[in-house]
């Protein structure tokens, strides 16, 4: 299957190696809104075209992937290329989620493609295993530990602060409250119970510490209600300590059978979060493609995708392999 890429950021080139990797797609195209001539991919093959150049390239792609931001770019963009082509993106705002799957729905719809949203491990895979945990256990709790890893979000908010140069923001489970969960204690945790926030800054030469650490930990949605540490460091340190993006992450749920408990636990534990949900996004499209070709229209999630259809093999391979 033929593969288009919109946007090239870190999640971009996380898409670009795992189609590599996928025997049965090949990457046609990288679109950028940035000069394609400044924009170098690591796949020989395939072309870097401006991202206007999508109205011209239908019958050449059968799925493109979209890895745009959730806050200003998804929104918009998926709707729109639902309307021309076989689409799948990683938004992830998610009490946003259900007006963002009717715009790309009705636009799918009128233009016969699917439109997989909100690919990736969370939501994405971790929502998968909430979805089973609740069906098989019915009235039971889960719980959703993200970490050990960096927020690039939160790290993103840092950086703005008046004074800092760099930082990198890292998410913690709070070991006790996980020990808990996982002995079916059922406890009722709160947002500081659950995790704590490590932040490494670099500040400017001058600049005021304390201000910049009061700031931090005052965030309103970020940091406030976290238990929130501040650590600042070089910018040589930073560059050879925390240079990478891994993250991970644990789904706890915790049920019943009458007399006997159980609990059920999914993990994932990465060192590299966006070539992770690229390869998320790389199985999705699959699934889209594979989706359109029996007739299917219209927006779903990964709840509403077989999970036949996210792999290369055959049923006849399935069955006799990992059944």
Not at 181 to 208: I, Q, W
Not at 226 to 249: A, C, M, R, W
Request: glycine share 10%; proline share 5%; aromatic share 8%.
């Amino acid at each position: 299957m033929k593969i288009g890429i919109l946007g090239y950021g870190n999640l971009g080139r996380g898409v670009e190696k795992a189609v590599a990797k996928n025997e049965d797609q090949k990457l046609v195209a990288v679109f950028t809104r940035r000069d394609p001539s400044s924009v170098k991919i690591d796949t020989p093959e395939a072309r870097v075209l401006h991202a206007d150049e999508l109205e011209n390239m239908k019958d050449e792609i059968d799925v493109l992937i979209l890895c745009g931001g959730s806050a200003t770019d998804l929104p918009g963009m998926t709707p729109k290329y639902a309307g021309m082509y076989n689409v799948i993106d990683s938004f992830d705002t998610h009490a946003n989620i259900p007006t963002h799957f009717a715009n790309v729905d009705e636009a799918a719809k009128k233009a016969g493609k699917v439109g997989v949203i909100s690919c990736g491990w969370d939501p994405g895979m971790f929502s998968i295993n909430r979805l089973y945990s609740h069906s098989v256990l019915p009235g039971g709790k889960d719980y959703t530990f993200w970490g050990r890893g960096v927020s690039q979000g939160h790290s993103d908010a840092i950086r703005r602060i008046e004074g800092v140069l760099d930082a990198r923001q890292f998410t913690v489970p709070v070991p006790d409250a996980v020990e808990r969960v996982r002995k079916g204690e059922n406890p009722d945790l709160s947002t500081r119970d659950k995790h704590t926030r490590e932040c490494f800054v670099v500040a400017e030469e001058g600049a005021d510490l304390v201000r910049i650490e009061n700031e931090i930990k005052t965030m309103p949605n970020y940091f406030a209600d976290y238990d929130t540490t501040v650590t600042f460091i070089s910018q040589e340190e930073l560059n050879e300590k925390y240079s990478g993006l891994p993250h991970g992450g644990s789904v706890i749920y915790s049920g019943d059978t009458g007399e006997n408990k159980h609990v059920i636990e999914y993990s994932l534990k990465l060192d590299s979060n966006p070539e992770f949900t690229g390869s998320v996004l790389a199985a999705c499209a699959r699934a889209a493609y594979r989706m359109n070709n029996e007739g299917m229209s219209g927006a779903k999630t990964m709840f509403d995708i077989a999970p036949a259809y996210l792999s290369p093999l055959s049923g006849d391979e399935l069955r006799a392999h990992m059944l």
